[in-house]
Nanobody, 125 residues
Framework: QVQLVESGGGLVQAGGSLRLSCAAS????????MGWFRQAPGKEHEFVAAISWSGGTTYYTDFVKGRFTISRDNAKNTMYLQMNSLKPEDTAVYYCAANLRNFGGSSYYDDYGYWGQGTQVTVSS
């Protein structure tokens, strides 16, 4: 079992930045690839970014490439999502999750278990 807690969300103006954190406890954090997903009101969860267990490989969905950066610090059992140039359409609840099927990371929702409770990100225009 891995417990995940997100933090760092908030209200920001368009063009601003936020840094999300995902703190893990329980089983060995470094054993898992990790990912960020988001869910806007009335929409399904959508993939945002993923990182391999070592941090050596990262994946991004097209609409955040060049704006968001995923990283992890296995010594601190923490993953991060640096979000720059935020847009109103980035408004959503952001969730971190551990990938139970693919050590290299993936964008597939069903590969992930051990979800955090989410943190709200609101971008005003």
């Amino acid at each position: 079992q891995v417990q995940l807690v997100e933090s760092g969300g908030g209200l920001v103006q368009a063009g601003g930045s936020l840094r999300l954190s995902c703190a893990a406890s329980g089983r060995t954090f470094s054993a898992y690839a990790m990912g960020w997903f988001r869910q806007a009101p009335g929409k399904e969860h959508e993939f945002v970014a993923a990182i391999s267990w070592s941090g050596g490989t990262t994946y991004y969905t097209d609409f955040v490439k060049g704006r968001f950066t995923i990283s992890r610090d296995n010594a601190k059992n923490t993953m991060y999502l640096q979000m720059n140039s935020l847009k109103p359409e980035d408004t959503a609840v952001y969730y971190c999750a551990a990938n139970l099927r693919n050590f290299g990371g993936s964008s597939y929702y069903d590969d992930y278990g051990y979800w955090g409770q989410g943190t709200q990100v609101t971008v005003s225009s």
